[in-house]
C-alpha cells in the first residue's frame, strides 16, 4: 500500500527518488508482529472544549485534529485516531471524539468499537450537557470501564475545582477520576497509570470479544489514494482480517480483496478484533463504500434490514416511544424508523427507512429526532424479522424469552 494513512503517515514502502514527504515514513523495514489477543481501545468523552484534544496530545504527542478547519476554530469536528504506548508491551488505539452538540452522531460512531472511556470535564466549567449526553451514549453501548479526567486544573479557581468535584461524584459515584493539566503536565503520570490498571482489567473481558468469528468492521473513513486505490478504515469489531483475504461489502453487493492492511501506520500481514485497521481494497471502486458501510469475511452473514426485532434498555423504556420515529445508531451507520413496542417489558420492532447490517447481541444507540437527544439504547435481539402484526405479538414475546 503506497500514500497517506488515515493519520497523514505514509503507506507502505518509502517512495523511490524523486517522491517527497513531509512525515517520516511510520513503516519498518518489515510487517509488524500481530497480537495474539484482542486489541483495547481508548475512546475521550465531554463537552465541547473541554480539552479532549489537548489531552491525547499530551499523552501522545500526537495532534488528532487533521482537518483546516478544525485546526481554524480550536475545535474537533471529525473523529480523531492515535496510539497511547503505556510502556513497551502494552499500546492501546485511542480515538478521539468531537464535543459539540451537532457532532453526536460523528461521536456515537466513533465510540461503538471502544472499551475504555476517558470522560473529560473541565475543572472550570463542571458537568455540562454534552458531557451527560456522551455518557447516555456510552452507557446505551455498555461501555462501563473508564475513568474521569478533570481537565484544566491549571486554570481553575479552587472553589470551581471543588465544584467539579462534587459534580462528578453525582454523575458517576465511585468512578475513579484524575485531576490534569495538559499545559503544564500536572497529573499526566497518575493518567496514564490509571489507564494502565483499567487497561489490565478489561485484558480479560477482551479476550471474550468475538475473535474466533468472521470477521466484522464498521467503516469510518473510506478514501482513495493515489496509485494505491479504495483505503476504508474502522475499529475490527470481531475475527481477524489477513492481507489477501476475500472480504464483502453487503451495502454495495460487491466483493473485494485486502490488498495491504495497517494498524497505526504499521503494515501488518493481519489485524485482530478491538485493532483500529486501515484495509487498502482491490477490486472494489471508492464510490462503492462510504461511512457507515461494514466490511466483513464471507460468512458473516450481514444482510440489508429494515426491521430489527430488539431489546430497549431501561433509559429507552422511561420515554414514550411506540409508533414514534426516532434515530437509530449502530456502528457508524445511522437510520430513522420506526418504533413499533411488543411488551411493556422493552421488547420492540424498529421499522428502519434505510438499512442497517447488524448481527444478533449488537448495541445501538437511539436518540430523539427533533430535538435532538439522547433517548437510551438496546440490542438487537432478531436481525431479520418478519413484520409482527398485533395479534401475533404475545406469541413472539413468548418465544423470544
Known amino acids: 500500500m503506497r500514500g497517506r494513512s488515515p493519520t497523514g503517515r505514509w503507506i507502505g514502502p518509502r517512495p523511490r527518488s524523486g517522491g517527497c514527504l513531509s512525515e517520516s515514513p511510520a513503516i519498518s523495514a518489515g510487517p509488524a508482529p500481530t497480537p495474539a489477543r484482542p486489541a483495547l481501545i481508548v475512546g475521550t468523552a465531554g463537552h465541547i472544549d473541554h480539552g479532549k484534544t489537548a489531552l491525547v496530545r499530551a499523552l501522545t504527542g500526537a495532534d488528532t485534529d487533521r482537518l483546516a478547519e478544525e485546526k481554524r476554530r480550536g475545535i474537533s469536528i471529525e473523529l480523531g485516531f492515535t496510539e497511547l504506548a503505556l510502556d513497551d508491551d502494552l499500546r492501546l488505539g485511542l480515538v478521539d471524539v468531537p464535543g459539540h452538540e451537532r457532532l453526536v452522531r460523528t461521536m456515537v460512531a466513533g465510540a461503538g468499537g471502544i472499551d475504555i472511556f476517558l470522560l473529560v470535564i473541565a ?28 481537565s484544566k486544573v491549571d486554570i481553575a479557581e479552587p472553589e470551581a475545582r471543588e465544584l467539579a468535584r462534587e459534580e462528578i461524584a453525582e454523575l458517576l459515584p465511585g468512578a475513579p477520576v484524575v485531576e490534569v493539566s495538559a499545559r503544564t503536565g500536572e497529573g499526566m503520570s ?39 486505490g479504495t483505503v476504508v478504515t474502522g475499529t ?23 490488498r495491504s492492511i495497517e494498524v497505526h501506520g504499521r503494515e501488518r500481514e493481519r489485524a485482530v478484533a478491538g485493532e483500529r485497521v486501515a484495509v487498502n481494497l482491490a477490486g472494489v471502486e471508492r464510490s462503492a463504500v462510504a461511512r457507515g458501510d461494514v466490511v466483513a469475511q464471507p460468512g458473516a452473514g450481514l444482510r440489508a434490514s429494515y426491521r430489527l426485532d430488539v431489546e430497549l434498555d431501561a433509559a429507552a423504556q422511561r420515554h414514550d416511544l411506540d409508533r414514534r420515529r426516532a434515530q437509530v445508531h449502530h ?71
Open 123 to 150: 475543572a472550570d466549567d463542571g458537568v455540562m450537557p454534552q458531557t451527560r449526553e456522551h455518557l447516555a451514549v456510552l452507557r446505551a453501548l455498555g461501555i462501563e470501564r473508564g475513568l474521569i479526567a478533570v
Open 190 to 228: 497518575e493518567l496514564r497509570a490509571a489507564l494502565a490498571r483499567l487497561a489490565g482489567q478489561a485484558g480479560a473481558a477482551a479476550d471474550g470479544r468475538r475473535i474466533d468469528r468472521p470477521a466484522v468492521m464498521h467503516v469510518d473513513r473510506a478514501f482513495t489514494i493515489k496509485g494505491a
Open 236 to 258: 475490527l469489531a470481531t475475527g481477524r482480517i489477513a492481507r489477501g483475504d476475500r472480504l464483502e461489502l453487503p451495502a454495495a453487493e460487491v466483493t473485494a480483496r485486502a
Open 331 to 401: 456502528g457508524t451507520r445511522a437510520a430513522p424508523a420506526r418504533v413499533i413496542a411488543i411488551s411493556g417489558d422493552g421488547l420492540a420492532q424498529l421499522r428502519l427507512e434505510s438499512p442497517l447490517f447488524a448481527a444478533a447481541g449488537d448495541r445501538f444507540v437511539i436518540r430523539r429526532i427533533a430535538p435532538p437527544d439522547t433517548l437510551g439504547g438496546g440490542r438487537v435481539l432478531d436481525p431479520a424479522p418478519a413484520r409482527h402484526a398485533r395479534s401475533k405479538m404475545r406469541t413472539w414475546n413468548e418465544s423470544s424469552r
